[in-house]
Structures are given as structure tokens and as C-alpha cells.
């Protein structure tokens, strides 16, 4: 039977962990990061606990350096992610399948990560999906925009519409539970990525109730 089109109208996707395979290329730049500051390097085996959340929040409170390091850090990161890191990355198998039959099916579809807005943008050209976004929405180099819940609204108006207007016709695809959360907190709906760097029980802790173990498991359950 022919599935139904996609029920939401605007379609958000986090980045690393949901889009792509990047865990590598997080890693070598963090740990390569750390080293340049000068400081041990903490056990980084367990994704979790670095992809996903804002960049600033790692080296706070996974590195635990003071707020000054951790500024610093974040550029040291950024310089090392750009020339390296962000090359290692590969999109999940069924992504470009599954983001081909949303846009055919005339819906809205925006990037929505913590990751920094430029290197979000040059990872999708790099992972040669840009013709399937209307947006690509990342964090400032200021923090001023590196939660969900800031990133949610301003993927929205960036889509041309508001969280207020277009709530309920939304929905966020991520794998971790800054993703869960941030929907929470907006009131839009949520899709958990099964197949990511999360952990399930802790996207079910904040809220999260749907769940795909592969991409194109997504299009059904949107």
C-alpha cells in the first residue's frame, strides 16, 4: 500500500548522529583540541556524551575547563574541525532516499543542529544533500544560539514561519535527548533517530515517544 504523504509541514533534522555519520571527525578534533590547550584528555569512548550538546557545554563540563578555556576551546576546535574534521563524514544509508520523498511531497525541510551555522552548511554541500534544504540552521560563534529550544524558533522563521503560527505542523527528526528536550520545550513534535550516537532511555526520560531505527523509518512516523 502506498504510504501518505507527510503529515507535518516543516521538517527539521539535527545534523551528527541523525543526517550524518560525523562521530569520527567530533572525536579527532576534540581530542586534538584538548591536547593544543594543553590538558588531559578525558575517555571520549562514549559519544553520548559529547555529540549532541552545544560545543562550550563539552569543555565545560566534560573537560571541565573554566569558562575562559573553554571559549578558547571552542576556537582551538573549530580552526582543527575545519581543516580536518568536518571531511569525515558520511551520510546514514536512506537519508538522501528519505529527504527526496519529503521534498517531493512539497513540505518545508531545515537543518537544525548545535553544530556552528558555517560548518553545518559546508557539511551538507560536502555530504552532497544541500539540494534537498530550504535552510541549514546552526549555532553563533557568540552562544547566543546553541540550545533547541533557541534553534527551533529560528529554523521555523528561517523556513518562513513562526513557532507560534505553524506549532502543531512541526516536527524535529533527532538522536539525542537536547533534541527531545528542545521539543518539549517549543511544543513540536519529535521523532527520535534510533540509529544515532543517543540513547534512547534518556530521549524517553524527556519525552520522547516515537522512535525510527532507520531513516527511512522516519517518513512514516512524520
Known amino acids: 500500500m502506498k504510504s501518505l504523504m507527510v503529515k507535518h509541514d ?11 555519520k560525523s562521530a569520527d571527525g567530533i572525536k579527532y578534533s576534540l581530542e586534538n583540541a584538548i591536547k593544543q590547550m594543553g590538558k588531559p584528555v578525558p575517555d ?11 560545543l562550550i557545554d563539552t569543555f565545560l563540563n566534560i ?5 575562559e578555556e573553554s571559549l578558547r576551546g571552542v576556537e582551538v576546535y573549530r580552526d582543527i574541525y575545519n581543516t580536518k574534521g568536518k571531511f569525515v563524514n558520511k551520510a546514514y544509508d536512506g537519508i538522501e532516499e ?19 551555522e558555517l560548518f553545518a552548511k559546508e557539511i551538507i554541500e560536502i555530504l552532497g544533500l544541500s539540494q534537498y534544504f530550504d535552510a541549514v540552521c546552526g549555532s553563533t560563534l557568540d552562544g547566543s544560539r546553541k540550545d533547541k529550544k533557541d534553534l527551533i524558533p529560528y529554523a521555523l522563521n528561517s523556513l518562513g514561519t513562526s ?9 524535529i527528526i533527532g538522536d539525542t ?4 528536550k528542545g521539543a518539549v520545550q517549543t511544543g513540536i513534535d519529535f521523532v527520535g533517530a534510533n540509529y544515532g550516537y543517543g540513547d534512547i532511555e534518556q530521549m524517553k ?6 522512535f525510527a531505527d532507520t531513516p527511512l523509518e522516519i517518513y512514516n512516523l512524520i
Not at 44 to 54: E, H, M, N, V
Not at 99 to 116: E, T
Not at 205 to 210: H, I, R, S
Request: proline share 3%; hydrophobic share 30%.
Open 177 to 180: 535527548y537536547f533534541d527531545t
Open 163 to 171: 513557532l507560534e503560527k505553524d506549532r502543531e505542523n512541526a516536527v
Open 63 to 67: 573537560c571541565h575547563f573554566s569558562q
Open 98 to 116: 528519505l529527504l527526496k520523498k519529503i521534498k517531493a511531497d512539497g513540505k518545508k525541510i531545515a537543518v537544525c543542529s548545535s553544530k556552528y
Open 44 to 54: 571520549l569512548s562514549d559519544y553520548t556524551l559529547y555529540i549532541g550538546p552545544p
Open 10 to 20: 516543516y521538517i527539521l533534522f539535527d545534523l551528527d548522529g541523525t543526517i550524518s
Open 205 to 210: 526520560k524527556e519525552g520522547g515517544k516515537v
